[in-house]
């Protein structure tokens, strides 16, 4: 009796240690059937240079297909005109300056008075007798008030980025230098343009000047002008605050400067 049960003791501990290792052998075998199972469902790569070549050109087919869509869509954009953006950008250019302006135009030409030393009227000097910068940015300024379109000075077009500047009797003007005499040409409006310039306090501070020191100043109209392009970049770096002139009012009379 006791023989029979050690017996059914010890079969009875051997299932129990079976059962799991079975039970984990079927998991890894049922586990590696799925694995094989996947990958015989992915897509399967090319073996030999010719598949590999026939892939690709598959891929390059399908690839100009999409170009050819993409250009279609293009075109048909282009075709219903141009964006809303676009044509206030166009709008803008000419004001931006970066295209040409054609239009009536009024030009100025302001000059030294052209004394010596030795011919300086006495009480005098020689500052008094020299165009300065806010005499040129006081009709530049004049102008714009005038409803001038475009404008240039010399041979350059002005933007709202450009900065006249005086360094002694020269003229610096966006990286360039020019001696007097100094030309400003503004497309507008001639009867508008020349009454600004006519009210304006500070051009006609200096034609009160002129008239007592022989500064030029010559107003014409030149009818229709063309003005380029401005050349450089519309992109501002900086700003400045231009100062008031200190050049007398008419009503001060003229002093020394």
């Keep these: 009796m006791t023989e029979q049960h050690d017996r059914t003791t010890s079969h009875s501990r051997a299932w129990q240690v079976l059962v799991p290792v079975l039970a984990l052998g079927a998991g890894l075998l049922f586990g590696t059937s799925a694995a094989l199972a996947d990958l015989d469902s992915s897509p399967s790569h090319p073996e030999t240079l010719v598949g590999l070549i026939q892939e690709r050109n598959a891929a390059v087919e399908q690839l100009a297909d999409q170009a050819t869509v993409l250009q279609e869509q293009i075109n048909a954009a282009s075709d219903a005109g141009p ?26 030409v302001l000059d030294d008075a052209g004394y010596t030393l030795e011919t300086l009227p006495e009480g005098y000097t020689v500052d008094d007798v020299v165009v300065h910068q806010q005499d040129v940015q006081g009709v530049i300024n004049a102008l714009w008030a005038g409803g001038a379109e475009a404008m240039m000075v010399q041979d350059q077009r ?61 107003v014409s109209d030149l009818g229709e002008t063309e003005l380029p392009a401005f050349t ?24 020394q400067r």
């Design 83 to 108: 964006r809303a953006e676009v044509v206030t950008a166009n709008g803008l250019a000419p004001v931006v300056g970066t295209t040409a302006v054609e239009g009536p135009a009024v030009q100025v």
């Design 158 to 218: 002005i933007i709202s980025s450009s900065a006249v500047r005086c360094v002694g009797n020269t003229l610096y003007l966006q990286g360039r230098v020019y001696s007097p005499p100094y030309t400003i040409t503004a497309i507008g409006d001639p009867g508008s343009l020349m009454r600004s310039l006519q009210d304006d306090p500070t051009v006609s501070n200096y034609r009160a000047w002129a008239d007592i020191l022989g500064l030029g100043y010559e």
């Design 232 to 255: 450089g970049t519309v992109r501002p770096q900086f700003a400045s605050l231009v100062e008031p002139s200190d050049r007398p009012t008419e009503e001060e009379g003229p002093i």
